[in-house]
């Protein structure tokens, strides 16, 4: 998993509350970014960041916000306002053409 | 939107057996890279082969590139237990934006 941490591995929350996930790279990376994994299915982008103080809408980035305060870091807050948050979420950062994936946090909303 | 599709959705194979997936893609590419992932974790980027490649390996993994029919295929020669994953093709809508198929997942049997 390179050297991409997310945090926590599992975490559960009630409807209604806001959540933030943690991804911090120590990789020296511009670019970083957000997707969503369910079930049996390929990966969605949510958001990523080219450089820090900048980041862009994925595909399916309603419900969703991001900060990219520093290079390190680029957290992922899942609001009330995502229907179905309930996923796999998974951060990765880039180096060229290659992306570097975290171990991902599972999120399980009840 | 996802821009690359896997073929089959799953694959169960002998160890010992070689193992085919293919992927399909829509728009002209300038690489396409392939990337594992074991059940619950990340994923791991495997091989990149740009759009001026026919073939590249590396170590049991053969990739082709047929641009003019838009299509990859991955071949994991020997396979063993620890080869079970799910195997995602990838590429660039833009510089920045990675899109990956649904994936074919292998199992390898003892």
């Known amino acids: 998993d390179g050297g991409i941490t997310q945090s926590p591995k599992y975490l559960f929350r009630k409807e209604g509350q806001n959540v933030t996930l943690s991804c911090e790279q120590n990789?020296?990376?511009?670019?970083m970014y957000w997707y969503r994994q369910d079930p049996g299915q390929g990966l969605r982008l949510i958001y990523y960041?080219?450089?820090?103080?900048?980041?862009q809408k994925g595909d399916i980035a309603e419900g969703y916000s991001v900060s990219r305060e520093k290079k390190e870091s680029f957290p992922l807050t899942v609001t009330s306002a995502q229907k179905n948050p309930t996923a796999f979420y998974l951060c990765?950062?880039?180096?060229?053409?290659?992306?570097?994936f975290g171990p991902g946090t599972r999120l399980t909303v009840t | 939107s996802q821009q690359g599709e896997e073929d089959p959705q799953a694959l169960s194979i002998q160890e010992g057996e070689n193992a085919t997936m293919n992927c399909s893609y829509k728009?002209?590419?300038?690489?396409l890279q392939w990337y594992r992932q074991n059940s619950g974790r990340g994923l791991v980027h495997l091989i990149l082969?740009?759009?001026?490649?026919r073939e590249k390996h590396s170590g049991r993994l053969r990739v082709t590139l047929d641009t003019s029919k838009k299509s990859s295929s991955l071949l994991i020669t020997a396979s063993r237990a620890a080869d079970t994953a799910s195997y995602f093709c990838?590429?660039?809508?833009?510089?920045?934006?990675?899109?990956f198929g649904a994936g074919t997942t292998v199992t390898v049997r003892a």
């Open positions: 990765a950062s880039k180096n060229r053409e290659e992306q570097y």
């Open positions: 990789l020296n990376h511009d670019a």
């Open positions: 960041s080219q450089i820090v103080n900048d980041f």
């Open positions: 728009t002209s590419i300038n690489n």
């Open positions: 082969i740009r759009s001026n490649e």
């Open positions: 990838a590429t660039y809508s833009n510089d920045y934006k990675l899109s």
